[in-house]
Protein backbone atom coordinates (compact mmCIF):
# COMPACT_ATOMS: atom_id res chain seq x y z
CA UNK A 1 0.00 0.00 0.00
CA UNK A 2 1.40 3.39 -0.59
CA UNK A 3 2.79 5.34 1.94
CA UNK A 4 -0.05 8.01 1.55
CA UNK A 5 -2.37 5.86 2.05
CA UNK A 6 -1.15 4.53 5.10
CA UNK A 7 -1.07 7.93 6.32
CA UNK A 8 -4.52 8.33 5.35
CA UNK A 9 -6.06 5.63 7.32
CA UNK A 10 -3.74 6.77 10.20
CA UNK A 11 -5.18 9.68 10.28
CA UNK A 12 -8.76 8.39 10.15
CA UNK A 13 -8.64 6.18 12.52
CA UNK A 14 -7.03 8.44 15.08
CA UNK A 15 -9.87 11.27 14.44
CA UNK A 16 -12.56 8.85 14.75
CA UNK A 17 -11.23 7.56 17.92
CA UNK A 18 -10.61 11.05 19.31
CA UNK A 19 -13.98 11.60 18.12
CA UNK A 20 -15.62 8.63 20.58
CA UNK A 21 -13.31 9.60 23.49
CA UNK A 22 -15.42 13.41 23.68
CA UNK A 23 -18.36 13.68 25.92
CA UNK A 24 -21.11 15.99 25.41
CA UNK A 25 -21.70 18.64 27.68
CA UNK A 26 -25.06 19.69 28.56
CA UNK A 27 -25.04 23.03 30.74
CA UNK A 28 -28.52 22.66 33.54
CA UNK A 29 -30.48 25.98 34.29
CA UNK A 30 -31.58 26.15 37.72
CA UNK A 31 -34.99 23.63 37.98
CA UNK A 32 -36.37 21.64 40.79
CA UNK A 33 -37.57 17.81 41.45
CA UNK A 34 -40.90 17.65 43.38
CA UNK A 35 -42.29 14.57 45.31
CA UNK A 36 -45.82 13.92 45.21
CA UNK A 37 -46.66 16.00 48.32
CA UNK A 38 -45.17 18.62 47.35
CA UNK A 39 -46.81 18.84 44.05
CA UNK A 40 -49.98 18.58 46.03
CA UNK A 41 -49.14 21.47 48.00
CA UNK A 42 -48.13 23.90 45.26
CA UNK A 43 -50.28 22.64 42.79
CA UNK A 44 -53.74 20.94 44.25
CA UNK A 45 -54.27 17.24 45.52
CA UNK A 46 -53.68 14.84 42.26
CA UNK A 47 -52.53 17.52 39.79
CA UNK A 48 -50.34 15.77 37.28
CA UNK A 49 -47.26 17.82 36.03
CA UNK A 50 -47.49 18.74 32.24
CA UNK A 51 -44.59 17.43 30.54
CA UNK A 52 -43.18 19.65 27.57
CA UNK A 53 -39.82 18.45 27.10
CA UNK A 54 -38.01 15.20 26.77
CA UNK A 55 -34.43 15.66 28.63
CA UNK A 56 -31.12 13.76 27.49
CA UNK A 57 -31.26 11.86 30.25
CA UNK A 58 -34.19 8.76 30.04
CA UNK A 59 -37.04 9.31 31.56
CA UNK A 60 -36.47 12.34 32.57
CA UNK A 61 -38.47 15.89 31.39
CA UNK A 62 -39.23 19.52 31.79
CA UNK A 63 -42.80 20.51 32.60
CA UNK A 64 -44.60 23.55 31.72
CA UNK A 65 -45.54 24.45 35.38
CA UNK A 66 -42.79 26.93 37.39
CA UNK A 67 -42.41 28.44 40.52
CA UNK A 68 -40.71 31.40 41.77
CA UNK A 69 -37.65 30.99 44.61
CA UNK A 70 -38.11 32.86 47.51
CA UNK A 71 -34.86 33.83 49.47
CA UNK A 72 -34.05 36.18 52.06
CA UNK A 73 -31.82 38.40 49.33
CA UNK A 74 -33.99 38.20 46.19
CA UNK A 75 -35.83 36.03 44.28
CA UNK A 76 -36.08 34.06 41.35
CA UNK A 77 -39.01 33.61 38.78
CA UNK A 78 -40.00 31.22 36.66
CA UNK A 79 -38.04 28.00 37.65
CA UNK A 80 -38.56 24.94 35.85
CA UNK A 81 -39.78 21.90 37.40
CA UNK A 82 -38.29 18.13 36.32
CA UNK A 83 -40.02 15.09 36.29
CA UNK A 84 -40.98 12.58 37.47
CA UNK A 85 -41.58 12.98 40.60
CA UNK A 86 -38.31 12.35 43.20
CA UNK A 87 -38.75 11.07 46.95
CA UNK A 88 -37.46 13.86 48.01
CA UNK A 89 -37.65 17.69 47.08
CA UNK A 90 -34.14 18.74 44.88
CA UNK A 91 -34.05 22.43 44.12
CA UNK A 92 -30.60 23.14 41.77
CA UNK A 93 -29.31 26.43 41.01
CA UNK A 94 -25.74 28.62 40.60
CA UNK A 95 -23.55 29.52 42.61
CA UNK A 96 -24.68 33.08 40.76
CA UNK A 97 -28.67 32.50 41.79
CA UNK A 98 -27.35 31.86 45.46
CA UNK A 99 -26.18 34.94 45.68
CA UNK A 100 -29.46 36.59 44.22
CA UNK A 101 -31.36 34.54 46.73
CA UNK A 102 -28.90 35.28 49.51
CA UNK A 103 -29.01 31.32 50.76
CA UNK A 104 -25.43 29.71 51.29
CA UNK A 105 -26.22 26.43 48.96
CA UNK A 106 -23.63 23.66 49.29
CA UNK A 107 -21.98 21.86 46.36
CA UNK A 108 -23.55 18.42 46.53
CA UNK A 109 -23.77 15.34 44.18
CA UNK A 110 -27.71 14.81 43.32
CA UNK A 111 -29.70 13.04 46.02
CA UNK A 112 -27.03 14.16 48.67
CA UNK A 113 -29.21 16.39 50.70
CA UNK A 114 -28.70 15.87 54.20
CA UNK A 115 -28.02 19.53 55.70
CA UNK A 116 -28.24 21.38 52.52
CA UNK A 117 -29.78 24.66 52.66
CA UNK A 118 -33.42 25.17 52.46
CA UNK A 119 -35.27 26.97 50.59
CA UNK A 120 -39.26 28.50 49.82
CA UNK A 121 -40.70 27.74 46.48
CA UNK A 122 -43.31 29.70 45.85
CA UNK A 123 -46.90 29.71 42.74
CA UNK A 124 -49.48 32.32 42.59
CA UNK A 125 -51.27 30.66 45.05
CA UNK A 126 -49.88 29.31 47.91
CA UNK A 127 -45.95 28.28 48.83
CA UNK A 128 -44.12 25.89 50.84
CA UNK A 129 -41.04 26.27 52.29
CA UNK A 130 -38.55 23.25 53.17
CA UNK A 131 -35.54 22.89 55.75
CA UNK A 132 -33.20 21.17 53.23
CA UNK A 133 -32.97 20.08 49.40
CA UNK A 134 -31.22 23.46 47.89
CA UNK A 135 -28.24 22.66 46.59
CA UNK A 136 -25.28 23.56 43.56
CA UNK A 137 -25.22 20.40 41.68
CA UNK A 138 -21.50 19.07 41.90
CA UNK A 139 -20.25 18.81 38.25
CA UNK A 140 -20.62 15.39 36.89
CA UNK A 141 -20.55 12.78 33.58
CA UNK A 142 -23.49 10.36 33.09
CA UNK A 143 -21.79 6.69 31.60
CA UNK A 144 -23.37 4.27 30.31
CA UNK A 145 -21.97 1.23 31.24
CA UNK A 146 -20.38 0.48 28.24
CA UNK A 147 -18.99 4.34 27.82
CA UNK A 148 -17.80 3.91 31.03
CA UNK A 149 -15.45 0.76 30.49
CA UNK A 150 -14.67 2.33 26.98
CA UNK A 151 -13.44 5.74 29.10
CA UNK A 152 -11.81 2.91 32.21
CA UNK A 153 -13.77 4.54 34.49
CA UNK A 154 -16.26 3.45 37.46
CA UNK A 155 -18.56 4.68 39.33
CA UNK A 156 -17.77 7.70 42.00
CA UNK A 157 -14.44 8.19 40.45
CA UNK A 158 -13.55 11.21 40.51
CA UNK A 159 -11.46 12.83 37.27
CA UNK A 160 -10.48 16.24 35.35
CA UNK A 161 -12.15 16.99 32.12
CA UNK A 162 -11.50 19.42 29.73
CA UNK A 163 -13.71 21.48 27.71
CA UNK A 164 -12.67 22.42 24.32
CA UNK A 165 -14.27 26.01 23.30
CA UNK A 166 -12.92 29.75 23.07
CA UNK A 167 -12.48 29.64 26.76
CA UNK A 168 -10.97 26.35 27.51
CA UNK A 169 -10.55 24.88 30.66
CA UNK A 170 -10.17 21.63 32.70
CA UNK A 171 -12.55 21.00 35.52
CA UNK A 172 -11.03 18.78 38.23
CA UNK A 173 -13.17 17.31 40.63
CA UNK A 174 -15.92 15.76 38.47
CA UNK A 175 -17.77 13.04 39.43
CA UNK A 176 -18.77 9.99 37.35
CA UNK A 177 -21.83 8.39 37.35
CA UNK A 178 -22.55 5.39 35.63
CA UNK A 179 -26.07 3.66 35.43
CA UNK A 180 -27.53 1.48 32.34
CA UNK A 181 -30.28 4.32 32.60
CA UNK A 182 -27.87 7.01 32.04
CA UNK A 183 -26.85 8.33 28.29
CA UNK A 184 -23.04 9.67 28.08
CA UNK A 185 -23.05 13.37 29.36
CA UNK A 186 -21.05 16.07 31.07
CA UNK A 187 -23.22 17.96 33.22
CA UNK A 188 -22.29 22.06 34.32
CA UNK A 189 -24.51 24.62 35.27
CA UNK A 190 -24.85 27.86 33.96
CA UNK A 191 -21.89 29.65 35.66
CA UNK A 192 -19.61 26.86 34.77
CA UNK A 193 -20.81 27.34 31.21
CA UNK A 194 -20.23 31.07 31.12
CA UNK A 195 -16.56 30.30 32.31
CA UNK A 196 -16.04 27.34 30.00
CA UNK A 197 -17.02 29.21 27.10
CA UNK A 198 -19.66 26.60 26.48
CA UNK A 199 -22.05 26.37 23.88
CA UNK A 200 -24.00 23.87 22.59
CA UNK A 201 -22.20 21.20 21.11
CA UNK A 202 -19.45 21.72 23.33
CA UNK A 203 -17.41 18.60 23.57
CA UNK A 204 -15.17 17.73 27.09
CA UNK A 205 -12.39 14.43 27.30
CA UNK A 206 -11.92 12.60 30.43
CA UNK A 207 -8.31 13.45 31.65
CA UNK A 208 -5.66 11.85 34.41
CA UNK B 1 21.94 15.95 62.07
CA UNK B 2 19.15 13.66 63.13
CA UNK B 3 16.93 12.43 61.00
CA UNK B 4 14.04 13.75 62.24
CA UNK B 5 15.62 17.28 61.88
CA UNK B 6 16.58 16.77 58.37
CA UNK B 7 12.89 15.48 57.67
CA UNK B 8 11.40 18.96 59.56
CA UNK B 9 13.72 21.05 57.44
CA UNK B 10 12.89 19.56 53.57
CA UNK B 11 8.72 19.92 54.98
CA UNK B 12 9.71 23.21 56.16
CA UNK B 13 11.41 24.25 53.02
CA UNK B 14 9.15 22.25 50.56
CA UNK B 15 6.06 23.98 52.26
CA UNK B 16 7.77 27.59 52.14
CA UNK B 17 8.54 27.34 48.30
CA UNK B 18 5.33 26.03 47.69
CA UNK B 19 3.63 28.94 48.94
CA UNK B 20 5.81 31.19 47.11
CA UNK B 21 4.09 30.04 44.20
CA UNK B 22 1.17 30.32 44.76
CA UNK B 23 -0.34 33.59 43.24
CA UNK B 24 -3.79 35.64 44.27
CA UNK B 25 -6.74 35.63 42.95
CA UNK B 26 -8.77 38.01 42.37
CA UNK B 27 -12.59 38.11 41.06
CA UNK B 28 -13.16 41.62 39.00
CA UNK B 29 -17.05 42.68 38.90
CA UNK B 30 -18.30 44.42 36.47
CA UNK B 31 -16.80 47.90 35.80
CA UNK B 32 -15.69 50.55 32.99
CA UNK B 33 -12.92 52.93 32.41
CA UNK B 34 -14.05 56.21 30.83
CA UNK B 35 -12.28 58.76 29.23
CA UNK B 36 -12.03 62.43 29.82
CA UNK B 37 -14.52 63.10 26.83
CA UNK B 38 -16.72 60.44 27.97
CA UNK B 39 -16.22 61.70 31.62
CA UNK B 40 -17.66 65.11 30.17
CA UNK B 41 -20.46 64.04 28.88
CA UNK B 42 -21.58 61.72 31.40
CA UNK B 43 -20.72 64.08 34.35
CA UNK B 44 -20.49 67.44 32.59
CA UNK B 45 -17.26 69.19 31.74
CA UNK B 46 -14.11 68.84 33.95
CA UNK B 47 -16.01 66.92 36.38
CA UNK B 48 -13.58 64.97 38.66
CA UNK B 49 -14.03 61.38 39.32
CA UNK B 50 -13.97 60.51 43.31
CA UNK B 51 -11.80 58.05 44.17
CA UNK B 52 -13.32 55.56 47.14
CA UNK B 53 -10.58 52.71 47.06
CA UNK B 54 -7.37 51.53 45.84
CA UNK B 55 -7.35 48.63 43.83
CA UNK B 56 -4.83 45.80 44.10
CA UNK B 57 -2.78 47.34 40.76
CA UNK B 58 -1.02 50.98 41.52
CA UNK B 59 -2.25 53.63 40.94
CA UNK B 60 -5.44 52.18 40.05
CA UNK B 61 -8.91 52.96 41.87
CA UNK B 62 -12.38 52.56 42.43
CA UNK B 63 -14.69 55.36 41.89
CA UNK B 64 -18.12 56.42 44.01
CA UNK B 65 -19.78 57.20 40.69
CA UNK B 66 -22.26 55.00 39.04
CA UNK B 67 -23.91 53.93 35.65
CA UNK B 68 -26.32 51.71 34.37
CA UNK B 69 -25.44 49.59 31.11
CA UNK B 70 -28.04 49.35 28.79
CA UNK B 71 -28.45 46.48 26.24
CA UNK B 72 -31.26 45.34 24.00
CA UNK B 73 -32.37 42.67 26.47
CA UNK B 74 -32.20 44.46 29.78
CA UNK B 75 -30.20 46.59 32.11
CA UNK B 76 -27.61 46.48 34.68
CA UNK B 77 -27.73 49.38 37.06
CA UNK B 78 -24.90 50.48 39.57
CA UNK B 79 -21.98 49.54 37.57
CA UNK B 80 -18.62 51.28 39.04
CA UNK B 81 -16.89 52.99 37.35
CA UNK B 82 -12.67 52.32 37.63
CA UNK B 83 -9.89 55.45 37.72
CA UNK B 84 -7.79 57.11 36.90
CA UNK B 85 -9.04 58.19 33.17
CA UNK B 86 -7.53 56.28 30.14
CA UNK B 87 -7.70 57.21 26.28
CA UNK B 88 -10.62 54.90 25.55
CA UNK B 89 -14.00 53.80 27.03
CA UNK B 90 -13.75 50.33 27.79
CA UNK B 91 -16.52 48.27 29.90
CA UNK B 92 -15.55 44.93 31.17
CA UNK B 93 -19.03 42.85 32.01
CA UNK B 94 -19.10 39.03 32.10
CA UNK B 95 -20.69 36.50 30.14
CA UNK B 96 -23.91 36.16 32.40
CA UNK B 97 -24.29 40.01 31.91
CA UNK B 98 -23.97 39.76 28.28
CA UNK B 99 -27.11 37.60 28.20
CA UNK B 100 -28.70 39.92 30.74
CA UNK B 101 -27.82 43.16 28.52
CA UNK B 102 -28.68 41.01 25.65
CA UNK B 103 -25.10 41.42 23.46
CA UNK B 104 -22.66 39.15 22.07
CA UNK B 105 -19.48 40.69 24.14
CA UNK B 106 -15.94 39.22 22.58
CA UNK B 107 -13.52 37.83 24.99
CA UNK B 108 -10.81 40.11 24.49
CA UNK B 109 -7.30 41.16 26.52
CA UNK B 110 -7.70 44.68 28.65
CA UNK B 111 -7.03 47.79 25.69
CA UNK B 112 -7.85 45.22 22.50
CA UNK B 113 -11.13 46.89 21.56
CA UNK B 114 -10.96 46.78 17.34
CA UNK B 115 -14.30 45.21 16.74
CA UNK B 116 -15.57 44.48 20.18
CA UNK B 117 -18.89 45.39 21.30
CA UNK B 118 -20.95 48.57 21.47
CA UNK B 119 -22.86 49.68 24.76
CA UNK B 120 -24.72 52.30 26.07
CA UNK B 121 -24.05 54.06 29.62
CA UNK B 122 -26.31 56.19 31.40
CA UNK B 123 -26.59 58.30 34.36
CA UNK B 124 -29.74 59.69 35.87
CA UNK B 125 -29.56 62.57 33.17
CA UNK B 126 -27.57 61.71 30.45
CA UNK B 127 -26.45 58.73 28.19
CA UNK B 128 -23.48 58.02 26.05
CA UNK B 129 -23.14 55.51 23.33
CA UNK B 130 -20.21 53.62 22.08
CA UNK B 131 -20.01 51.64 19.22
CA UNK B 132 -16.93 49.47 20.46
CA UNK B 133 -15.19 49.11 24.14
CA UNK B 134 -17.21 46.31 25.67
CA UNK B 135 -15.54 42.70 26.20
CA UNK B 136 -15.32 40.11 28.32
CA UNK B 137 -12.17 39.92 30.00
CA UNK B 138 -9.75 37.33 29.15
CA UNK B 139 -8.07 35.77 32.29
CA UNK B 140 -4.98 37.12 33.34
CA UNK B 141 -2.27 36.75 35.22
CA UNK B 142 -0.45 40.51 36.71
CA UNK B 143 3.03 39.65 37.43
CA UNK B 144 6.14 42.04 38.61
CA UNK B 145 8.98 41.45 36.14
CA UNK B 146 10.73 39.78 39.67
CA UNK B 147 7.66 37.57 39.93
CA UNK B 148 7.79 36.69 36.26
CA UNK B 149 11.36 35.63 36.35
CA UNK B 150 10.17 33.55 39.36
CA UNK B 151 7.87 31.63 37.91
CA UNK B 152 9.78 31.58 34.47
CA UNK B 153 6.95 32.89 32.38
CA UNK B 154 7.07 35.85 30.14
CA UNK B 155 4.83 38.48 28.55
CA UNK B 156 2.19 37.40 26.85
CA UNK B 157 2.60 33.46 27.58
CA UNK B 158 -0.32 31.76 27.91
CA UNK B 159 -0.13 29.21 30.78
CA UNK B 160 -2.92 27.07 32.76
CA UNK B 161 -3.95 27.69 36.32
CA UNK B 162 -4.82 25.78 38.84
CA UNK B 163 -7.02 27.10 41.67
CA UNK B 164 -7.13 25.71 44.88
CA UNK B 165 -10.93 25.47 45.89
CA UNK B 166 -13.40 23.37 47.30
CA UNK B 167 -14.72 23.01 43.55
CA UNK B 168 -10.95 23.05 41.97
CA UNK B 169 -10.83 23.33 38.13
CA UNK B 170 -7.44 24.48 36.04
CA UNK B 171 -8.16 27.53 33.71
CA UNK B 172 -6.31 26.49 30.27
CA UNK B 173 -5.48 29.67 28.17
CA UNK B 174 -4.82 32.36 30.46
CA UNK B 175 -2.64 34.77 29.38
CA UNK B 176 0.85 36.63 31.26
CA UNK B 177 1.05 40.03 31.80
CA UNK B 178 4.17 41.52 32.64
CA UNK B 179 5.05 45.13 33.94
CA UNK B 180 7.27 47.04 36.71
CA UNK B 181 3.73 48.76 37.61
CA UNK B 182 1.73 45.36 38.01
CA UNK B 183 1.38 43.36 41.45
CA UNK B 184 1.22 39.66 41.02
CA UNK B 185 -2.16 38.78 41.00
CA UNK B 186 -4.50 36.71 38.77
CA UNK B 187 -7.69 38.02 37.59
CA UNK B 188 -10.68 36.40 36.65
CA UNK B 189 -14.23 37.30 36.20
CA UNK B 190 -17.39 36.34 38.39
CA UNK B 191 -18.85 33.81 36.67
CA UNK B 192 -15.44 32.03 36.59
CA UNK B 193 -14.76 32.64 40.18
CA UNK B 194 -18.49 31.02 40.41
CA UNK B 195 -17.56 27.82 38.60
CA UNK B 196 -13.97 28.06 40.48
CA UNK B 197 -15.55 27.98 44.35
CA UNK B 198 -13.51 31.10 44.83
CA UNK B 199 -13.46 32.91 48.19
CA UNK B 200 -11.04 36.27 49.48
CA UNK B 201 -8.04 34.48 49.54
CA UNK B 202 -8.15 31.92 47.39
CA UNK B 203 -4.72 30.96 45.13
CA UNK B 204 -3.75 29.40 42.18
CA UNK B 205 -0.73 28.07 40.98
CA UNK B 206 0.77 28.26 37.06
CA UNK B 207 0.89 24.88 35.35
CA UNK B 208 2.55 24.03 32.20
Not at 128 to 148: F, V, W, Y
Not at 174 to 179: E, G, K, Q, Y
Amino acid sequence: MADENVDYIVEEVMKRISKRFQITVEASGRHLHLTREGINILFGVGYKLTKVKELSQPGQFACSERVSLIGPKGTIKNVVILGPERSKIQVEISKSDANILGIKAPIRESGKLEGSAGITMATEKTSLTIEEGLIIAKRHIHLSPQDAKLFNVCDKEIVKAKVYSERPLIFDDVVIRVSSEYKTTMHIDYDEANACGYIKGSTAKIMR
